[in-house]
């Protein structure tokens, strides 16, 4: 059966720390990995992951995917009370996006 | 680029009603939408994909009777919870992409509350 796993399930850190978010996935026909990030409404998207070791970043954002290792990893450096906010990971295998429970972050002043 | 808007983005309503929500993609056409439900810090379900000018596929244990999607277009895409019920209650989220491999955006979602 298809899953996905993220951890930790929840997290508190104060500001300026750095977090790493961690996403395993178990899934067939895999395409890409994508992040988004989750407040009080619907998800925001981060990153789309294709390739192994090819890191991506978005300003204090970065996000690498292992294929063989079926794990990707988030990574928020200096963080910032906005940042505070759920993380979603999610395989996308063309016709099914499957998402885990999330890694709940709250960044404290 | 890749705007999703959702609406209504709040429904309270009588047990018994039939609610309609609509998405659309308002800068990329959309072939393919998807619609979500969660509930309290829970994580997303998928309850049906669709693809514009098909049926859409439900996924297991969602009744197709009961949420109505249409796709008509390449930029909307509709849920209608018909005779909707207390238990319905819960936060339904579309999202939609261009392309297989492209990252799927998300409208604000709708709350419901059947009362």
């Known amino acids: 059966e298809d899953k996905v796993v993220q951890s930790p399930l929840s997290l508190v850190v104060h500001e300026g720390d750095t977090v790493t978010l961690n996403c395993s996935y178990e899934?067939?026909?895999?395409?890409?990995l994508l992040w988004y990030k989750q407040e009080k409404k619907a998800p925001t998207f981060l990153f789309m992951l294709?390739?192994?070791?090819i890191e991506k970043k978005s300003g204090r954002l970065s996000s690498i995917l292992d294929k063989k290792e079926l794990f990707s990893i988030l990574n928020i450096t200096a963080t910032q009370t906005g940042d505070s906010a759920v993380y979603l990971c999610?395989?996308?295998?063309?016709?099914?996006?499957?998402f885990g429970t999330g890694t709940s972050l709250t960044v404290i002043p | 680029g890749a705007v999703v808007s959702q609406h209504p983005s709040r429904v309270i309503c009588k047990s018994g009603t039939s609610v309609k929500i609509e998405c659309r993609s308002l800068?990329?056409?959309?072939?393919?939408m998807f619609w979500y439900r969660q509930f309290p810090k829970q994580s997303l379900m998928l309850m049906a994909t669709?693809?514009?000018?098909?049926?859409?596929?439900?996924e297991q244990g969602v009744e197709k009777d009961k949420f109505l999607i249409n796709h008509a277009s390449l930029t909307l895409s509709t849920l209608t919870v018909t005779s909707a019920h207390p238990e319905d209650s819960s936060f339904y989220i579309c999202?939609?992409?261009?392309?297989?491999?492209?990252?799927?955006?998300f409208g604000d979602g709708t709350r419901l509350s059947i009362l």
């Open positions: 800068d990329f056409q959309a072939t393919t």
């Open positions: 999202s939609a992409r261009y392309g297989g491999n492209q990252p799927q955006h």
């Open positions: 294709t390739s192994s070791g």
């Open positions: 669709s693809n514009e000018g098909s049926k859409a596929t439900y």
């Open positions: 999610t395989p996308n295998t063309g016709n099914q996006f499957y």
């Open positions: 899934v067939t026909n895999f395409r890409s």
